[in-house]
């Protein structure tokens, strides 16, 4: 059926808002896309359009390759971890019932109302006791125990969001409560796990506090901590090319991501809405 002039006229508003903050938030990054292979007086791209700022990036220090593998490394560890704790975690939470279940659900959720920076130093003094300081494991911990509580709740959803009968139909064929978990619910909380690791990947991959902290060598600093070094290596000279393709290098994966992931991200959060 063809839109009437109607229907177009009372919608226009609401595309014209959309855009307008598509177009907010998609601007600085295009900005920044365009300035990186775009000369600079005082960059390795002085004169016509080339990827002379990237070189610059490259052969910084231990090279960017080092440094996207650091937040690699970080990012997936930290994604790993989330998926496995919240996973098991929001089951616990949503299919048993056990003395204390929504005292300690509480207190999870109630991490999220501590300060992020406060707990960076007591941490600091827990991993230097147990020898993970100057570490990226210890770093993937650190960012794994700040997403859990949302991660926690996002899957206590998606698991309530399910039917009971399914795990009861399973019972009866003999299943373990592990083999329901595996068998039977997993495919069904597959958006709620897509819209946690990625929250996760995007939460560890842009951190600049935890490895800032946590790490003291500089060849194992994330990719956030490296670009920011970048931009006073010369007597405090910022070298703003150089800087706008670290960005650039930073957000592509993210772009990317969230471009391939966006529609089970939308219906992970969606998933407790209604419930079956």
């Given at each position: 059926?063809?839109?009437?002039?109607?229907?177009?006229?009372?919608?226009?508003?609401?595309?014209?808002?959309?855009?307008?903050?598509?177009?907010?938030?998609?601007?600085?990054?295009?900005?920044?896309?365009?300035?990186?292979?775009?000369?600079?007086?005082?960059?390795?791209?002085?004169?016509?359009?080339?990827?002379?700022?990237?070189?610059?990036?490259?052969?910084?220090?231990?090279?960017v390759w080092r440094y996207l593998f650091n937040s690699a490394f970080v990012s997936?560890?930290?994604?790993?971890?989330?998926?496995?704790?919240?996973?098991?975690?929001?089951?616990?939470?949503?299919?048993?019932?056990?003395?204390?279940?929504?005292?300690?659900?509480?207190?999870?959720?109630?991490?999220?109302?501590?300060?992020?920076?406060?707990?960076?130093?007591?941490?600091?003094?827990?991993?230097?006791?147990?020898?993970?300081?100057?570490?990226?494991?210890?770093?993937?911990?650190?960012?794994?125990?700040?997403?859990?509580?949302?991660?926690?709740?996002?899957?206590?959803i998606s698991f309530e969001a399910i039917p009971r009968e399914l795990d009861e139909?399973?019972?009866?064929?003999?299943?373990?409560?592990?083999?329901?978990?595996?068998?039977?619910?997993?495919?069904?909380?597959?958006?709620?796990?897509?819209?946690?690791?990625?929250?996760?990947?995007?939460?560890?991959?842009?951190?600049?506090?935890?490895?800032?902290?946590?790490?003291?060598?500089?060849?194992?600093?994330?990719?956030?901590?490296?670009?920011?070094?970048?931009?006073?290596?010369?007597?405090?000279?910022?070298?703003?090319?150089?800087?706008?393709?670290?960005?650039?290098?930073?957000?592509?994966?993210?772009?990317?991501?969230?471009?391939?992931?966006?529609?089970?991200?939308?219906?992970?959060?969606?998933?407790?809405?209604?419930?079956?």
């Open positions: 059926m063809r839109p009437t002039i109607a229907g177009v006229v009372l919608r226009m508003p609401y595309w014209v808002f959309t855009a307008s903050l598509a177009a907010i938030f998609v601007f600085p990054l295009a900005w920044t896309a365009v300035s990186s292979v775009s000369p600079h007086a005082g960059t390795n791209q002085v004169d016509g359009w080339g990827f002379g700022n990237y070189v610059t990036l490259a052969q910084y220090q231990a090279g997936l560890l930290t994604v790993a971890l989330t998926l496995l704790v919240s996973l098991l975690g929001g089951y616990a939470f949503a299919r048993f019932r056990f003395p204390g279940r929504n005292l300690l659900f509480v207190a999870t959720l109630a991490i999220l109302m501590v300060p992020y920076a406060t707990l960076l130093i007591p941490l600091y003094v827990l991993l230097d006791y147990v020898g993970l300081t100057n570490s990226l494991v210890g770093v993937a911990l650190v960012l794994t125990m700040f997403q859990l509580p949302f991660a926690t709740f996002m899957m206590r139909a399973a019972r009866v064929d003999g299943c373990s409560p592990f083999h329901v978990l595996r068998q039977v619910l997993l495919p069904s909380v597959k958006p709620g796990l897509i819209t946690v690791g990625l929250f996760a990947f995007l939460a560890a991959w842009n951190d600049f506090m935890a490895p800032l902290i946590l790490v003291n060598d500089s060849d194992r600093v994330t990719l956030p901590l490296a670009v920011a070094n970048l931009r006073g290596q010369v007597q405090g000279v910022v070298d703003y090319g150089a800087t706008e393709a670290g960005v650039v290098v930073l957000a592509l994966p993210c772009a990317i991501l969230f471009l391939i992931l966006q529609r089970h991200y939308v219906r992970g959060f969606m998933s407790g809405a209604i419930k079956g």
